[in-house]
């Protein structure tokens, strides 16, 4: 992270520059150690957030979207085309997964940096695994400030790909609230999923009675073993306010539901839809949501 990128998003969060804030509990040293390790691994890129005007009952837009490494249907590399679907959705928070930065096979472009700029939006990378010369993870864009972030690192079953739980605690016109991405595993077998929803559930746990907006690709259909599990602690938004079969992949004929966004605590889904395009292998999924 640049001083001016850094000085400008700690000016926001009313800290001095460098510091990496704790969550919202206390911890004992090895405990804080461990997500200070974890914190700095995000990185904060095109710092032109700006100010949210205040809407009635607070509420704002978000977006889940798998962007595939910036990858369309057609094979072609093209930001734009995933930068003008995020502006036209005129999203406040945006969770992105399959990100590239540094990695060979996007020329070793930094793409949540690029996003950042060609949305006019704050950009927080967390990387999860080390992939051909470069970094690979989870990313989010915001138009509200940054208060503090982390990154968990799920437990690794049976040889799978590093995923982890990028965390952002924004401001939303004076009230905070919790803005997550994530994305889990792909494989038939469900077991490395249920254990990724247990560390989710353990994470989410130290924002006490904050509202908590879980974003992702989750690898899983609708009455599924994970479903079941995030249901226990969440409210699917979709379930509550979407219309249709809520399908997000493939983009081109979407006929498996497994993007969500989940809610937790003092936050009602409004509306829901989703966002058809050629720039990933997703569709994107949209909602309205209103803290309460």
């Known amino acids: 992270m640049g001083l001016a990128c850094e000085e ?3 000016r926001r969060s009313g800290l001095p520059v460098g510091h990496f804030p704790e969550t919202l509990r206390s911890v004992n040293r090895n405990q804080f ?8 691994v995000a990185t904060v890129a095109g710092c032109s957030t700006q100010s949210t005007p205040v ?3 607070r509420e704002i837009r978000v977006l889940t979207y798998n962007v595939h490494h910036g990858e369309g249907r057609d094979g072609r590399l093209d930001l734009e085309r995933i930068a003008k679907l995020i502006r036209d959705s005129n999203s406040d928070l945006v969770a992105l997964q399959e990100v590239d930065r540094g990695v060979a096979r996007t020329g070793g472009r930094d793409l949540p940096k690029e996003l950042g700029h060609l949305t006019g939006m704050t950009a927080l990378f967390a990387n999860n695994y080390a992939f051909q010369g470069g970094q690979y993870g989870n990313a ?3 138009r509200f400030p940054l208060q503090r972030w982390t990154n968990l690192h799920y437990r690794p079953i049976g040889g799978g790909e590093p995923r982890g739980l990028l965390q952002a605690v924004v401001n939303v016109e004076g009230a905070e609230a919790v803005f997550l991405s994530t994305h889990l595993d792909h494989r038939p077998d469900d077991t490395e999923r249920l254990a990724s929803v247990a560390d ?3 994470a989410v746990a130290v924002y006490g009675r904050l509202p908590i907006i879980l974003c992702g690709d989750f690898n899983d259909l609708p009455g599924s073993r994970v479903d079941v599990r995030l249901s226990e602690q969440f409210r699917d938004a979709w379930r509550v306010a979407g219309q249709g079969a809520g399908e997000t992949y493939p983009s081109e004929a979407p006929v498996k539901r497994i993007d969500y966004v989940w809610l937790k605590g003092p936050v009602q889904a409004v509306a829901g839809e989703v966002i058809t395009g050629d720039g ?3 569709a994107a999924l949209r909602f309205t949501v209103r803290l309460t």
């Open 33 to 40: 150690l461990r997500r200070l390790a974890l914190a700095t």
């Open 8 to 10: 400008a998003v700690t």
């Open 55 to 57: 809407r009635k009952g």
């Open 200 to 202: 989710i559930e353990s």
């Open 280 to 282: 990933s292998d997703h």
């Open 140 to 142: 989010i864009l915001s």
